[in-house]
């Protein structure tokens, strides 16, 4: 190939490998979802998930840290109504 042809042929590879990973990566997302799920809970949502997976608080100079269990239900409910997720317990 000459110098002039490489720009056309490096474009078209480009283009053929974010199609290739968008599409894996929506497919192997997508089965995840419906197999394993991949959201957490609407309690851990809204509390956030700073203290289940790390232990600690995120910025607690700026919030007051709040563990899952201390999330109202009327705030569970209004979440899960607007996610469209059936309530788990």
Known sequence: MHRHQLGPAQCIDVAVCVTWNLVVAGLVFWIVGKVV?????????????DIPEMGAPAYPEYITPLAPDQVPAE???????????????
């Open 37 to 49: 799920g991949n959201r957490v809970s609407p309690a851990v949502e809204i509390a956030g998930l």
């Open 75 to 89: 705030q569970i409910a209004m979440a899960t109504a607007r996610m469209r997720v059936p309530a788990t317990a």
